[in-house]
């Protein structure tokens, strides 16, 4: 078994459980799959997103990654 993050064509997300890749992509279209909040059966894969908690490093005036003392190329 296998758990995709699905989403609705009215941006319901919400999680469904398949026996395989192949069978999620053969429900999907064959609109087998409803939204369980409205109902709709127009539904994709959301995009997997990336583990949060960690905030992308901000850039920085001299490019380099910014530890926890700040830009290097600030000091002195
Ligand atoms: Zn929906």
């Known amino acids: 078994m296998i758990r995709y ?3 609705c064509a009215h941006g319901h997300a919400f999680d ?3 026996r395989n890749a192949d069978a999620c992509d053969a429900d999907l279209a064959a ?3 409803a939204c369980p909040e409205c109902g709709s059966t127009e539904v994709a894969k959301a995009i997997m997103a990336p583990a949060v908690g960690k905030q992308a ?3 920085t005036p001299c490019g380099r990654p910014v530890c ?3 830009c290097p190329a ?3």
Request: glycine share 12%.
């Open 5 to 7: 993050r699905l989403r």
């Open 16 to 18: 469904s459980w398949f």
């Open 31 to 33: 609109a087998s799959v």
């Open 57 to 59: 490093a901000p850039a």
């Open 68 to 70: 926890a003392c700040g």
């Open 74 to 76: 600030l000091d002195g």
